[in-house]
C-alpha cells in the first residue's frame, strides 16, 4: 500500500514564529499536494508540485511556502506563524493531476 | 463557480441501517466525482470514484454511489452500516480549470453509527 508520511504529529508553536511541515512518500508519485483543514470546512489546497525542485500556489497560498527537494520530499513552511494558521494540514499524493490521492495522517498545529 | 456541496453536516443511524449521504456538485463539464472517508486520527481515504460510464460505481466495504447528471448529484449509499463506519466522508469533484486539474472538496459529513 503507498505510504505518506507526515512529521510532527502535532505542533504548538508561537505567532511570529517559522513552522515546517514534513512530508515524504514512498509512492513513487509525481504530483504532491499540501491542504488545509479547519472545523466544518472540507480540504483547501495550500500549495502543489508536479516534480523536484518545482512548486505551485493552490487555492490559499498567502502566508505559506513550499519546497519540494527531491520527489518523495515535500515540504509547507510557515515563515511567520499566525493564530489564523492553526489547522490540521495533511499532505498527499498521486501518480496523476488529481486522480487517486493518498494522505498522510495529518498535522495538527496550534499557534498560540 | 464549481462547488461541491454536502447538504449534512452530521447523520447518526442505527447499526445495521441504511445510509445514504448526500453530495450535490456545480459543474457545466464533464465531472470526475470522488468519495473519500476520514477515519479518527488518520488521512483521507478513498472509498469510489466516478469517471464515465453505470451511474452506480461500487466501492470499498459495501459503499455504492449514484451518479445523476440531471440532479448534479453523486450521493453515497450503503445498505446496512457498522459501528465501524462512524467517520467524516467528503465528497469531491475534479475538473479542468485553466490548464490544469483541480479537486474541490465538500464540506463533509460526520457520520455517527449507533449500537
Known amino acids: 500500500e503507498a505510504a505518506v508520511t507526515q512529521s510532527p504529529r502535532s505542533k504548538v508553536a508561537v505567532t511570529g514564529g517559522k513552522v515546517t511541515l514534513s512530508c515524504h512518500q514512498t509512492n513513487n508519485h509525481d504530483y504532491m499536494y499540501w491542504y488545509r483543514q479547519d472545523t466544518g470546512h472540507g480540504l483547501r489546497l495550500i500549495h502543489y508540485s508536479y516534480v523536484a525542485d518545482s512548486t505551485e500556489k493552490g487555492d490559499i497560498p498567502d502566508g505559506y511556502k513550499a519546497s519540494r527537494p527531491s520527489q518523495e520530499n515535500f515540504s509547507l513552511i510557515l515563515e511567520l506563524a499566525s493564530l489564523s494558521q492553526t489547522a490540521v494540514y495533511f499532505c498527499?499524493?498521486?501518480?496523476?493531476?488529481?486522480?487517486?490521492?493518498?494522505f498522510g495522517h495529518g498535522t495538527k498545529l496550534s499557534v498560540l | 463557480a464549481q462547488s461541491v456541496t454536502q447538504p449534512d453536516a452530521r447523520v447518526t443511524v442505527s447499526e445495521g441501517a441504511s445510509l445514504q449521504l448526500r453530495c450535490k456538485y456545480s459543474?457545466?463539464?464533464?465531472?470526475?466525482l470522488f468519495w473519500y472517508v476520514q477515519y479518527p486520527r488518520q488521512g483521507l481515504q478513498l472509498l469510489l470514484k466516478y469517471y464515465s460510464g453505470d451511474p452506480v460505481v461500487q466501492g470499498v466495504n459495501g459503499f455504492e454511489a449514484e451518479f445523476s447528471k440531471s440532479n448534479s448529484s453523486f450521493h453515497l449509499r450503503k445498505a446496512s452500516v457498522h459501528w465501524s463506519d462512524s467517520a467524516v466522508y467528503f465528497c469531491a469533484l475534479s475538473l479542468a480549470s485553466s490548464g490544469s486539474w483541480q479537486l474541490i472538496f465538500g464540506s463533509g459529513t460526520q457520520l455517527t453509527v449507533m449500537p
Open positions: 459543474y457545466s463539464g464533464t465531472p470526475y
Open positions: 498527499a499524493s498521486s501518480a496523476i493531476s488529481n486522480e487517486r490521492l493518498f
